[in-house]
């Protein structure tokens, strides 16, 4: 059942389970304006963790995140970083309990070194370089996906190339539903943006 926070209709975890999160590829074509907006950096104020909690907690568990495997990392005010909160899953397909979570106003490839670095002492350790290449059968195991989440928790109104495409890309998944017709329906406020487990 969805629930409503500051007037604005969210799904709940549930409605987030059965709904396949949407991937908006032009998130991640750098000539693209859905990507300049979600890559944009300024001066962040009054950063309130509890507005993207509800989100967060959906990802997690939608994906099987254990809670301790979650890294969240916050600017402090008036520090310059991303608008849009960015996060990163690594998901074991061998072991789902082994799977991880990183979310902060930062780029993907640092979510992911964070990710590298506070993994478990006693559990499976990655042996990875982020750079040139990654280890050679590193997708034999494990799967990473990117996604961007919504700030202020109104389905990315605040960020209108991202909403549009957002929109678009959920039409298409509600089985063609009219664009017009999106009003009355639930926009999720995260999507992704890569996902190796499809091409």
């Keep these: 059942m969805s629930r409503k926070i500051r007037g604005i209709e969210t799904p709940s975890v549930a409605e987030h389970q059965e709904i396949e999160t949407p991937r908006v590829k032009k998130a991640s074509i750098s000539q693209n304006p859905v990507y300049r907006e979600v890559h944009a950096e300024s001066e962040l104020r009054g950063i309130n963790e509890e507005k993207v909690e509800q989100t967060r907690n959906a990802i997690i568990e939608k994906y099987g995140i254990p809670a301790d495997n979650c890294i969240i990392i916050s600017p402090e005010s008036g520090q310059t970083a991303r608008k849009i909160r ?99 329906k639930n926009i999720p406020n995260w999507f992704l943006s890569a996902d190796t487990r499809k091409k």
Excluded at 135 to 152: H, I, R, S, T, Y
Excluded at 168 to 180: A, C, H, R
Aim: no cysteine; hydrophobic share 35%; net charge negative.
């Design 86 to 184: 960015a996060f990163n899953i690594l998901l074991n397909k061998e072991d789902p309990g082994q799977s991880w979570y990183a979310e902060g106003h930062m780029s993907h490839a640092l979510l992911l070194e964070k990710i590298f670095e506070n993994q478990n002492e006693g559990g499976d350790r990655i042996k990875i370089a982020l750079n040139p290449i990654l280890e050679k059968n590193f997708f034999d195991k494990w799967d990473v996906l990117k996604g961007f989440v919504d700030p202020n928790q109104n389905g990315f109104k605040s960020f209108p190339f991202a909403e549009h495409e957002l929109r678009n890309e959920s039409v298409q998944q509600m089985n063609g539903l009219k664009e017009d017709d999106m009003e009355a």
